[in-house]
């Protein structure tokens, strides 16, 4: 294969993977609308607020969105309109995370005591958005 063909072979396929993104959002629409999925989500946080115990700690928040903040900034490239939420749930026993369709993202203290360091923490947290997106 000549190089000409291998940069137009590389360059078509990367043109392809890009328009992948757009597709998934037309898809999504379709699917469901925005306005749909933020009702469920809304719906859905009503619900898990209502039977689940949040963490009393602005300090423990604030790490949360602080190390979120640069991975939100990223997502909403993809998806501009989500409002992005962040609630630690207390429940030490708990190593794991959630996200709602909408934009309301769960994290139990499990988890955040779990992560050896915030690097560990981010990772979840950037597949918990990358759900939303």
């Known amino acids: 294969m000549s190089t000409?063909?291998?940069?137009v072979l590389?360059?078509?396929v990367g043109m392809q993977l890009a328009g992948c993104t757009t597709l998934r959002h037309q898809l999504g629409r379709v699917l469901v609308s925005d306005e749909t999925e933020y009702a469920i989500d809304a719906q859905l946080a009503a619900h898990i607020d209502s039977t689940q115990k949040s963490v009393d700690s602005p300090d423990i928040q604030?790490?949360?969105?602080?190390i979120a903040a640069p991975?939100?900034?990223?997502?909403r490239e993809d998806r501009p309109g989500v409002n992005y939420r962040?609630?630690?749930l207390d429940d030490p026993?708990?190593?794991?995370?959630f996200a709602a369709p909408g934009g309301f993202l769960y994290v139990y203290s499990g988890l955040i005591i779990a992560a050896e360091d915030e690097a560990e923490l981010?990772?979840?947290l950037a597949h918990e958005i990358g759900h939303i997106v």
């Open 71 to 75: 991975l939100i900034e990223r997502a």
């Open 4 to 7: 000409i063909t291998q940069v």
């Open 93 to 97: 026993a708990q190593v794991n995370a």
């Open 62 to 66: 604030r790490y949360v969105e602080r």
């Open 86 to 88: 962040f609630t630690v």
């Open 10 to 12: 590389v360059w078509t």
């Open 122 to 124: 981010a990772s979840v």
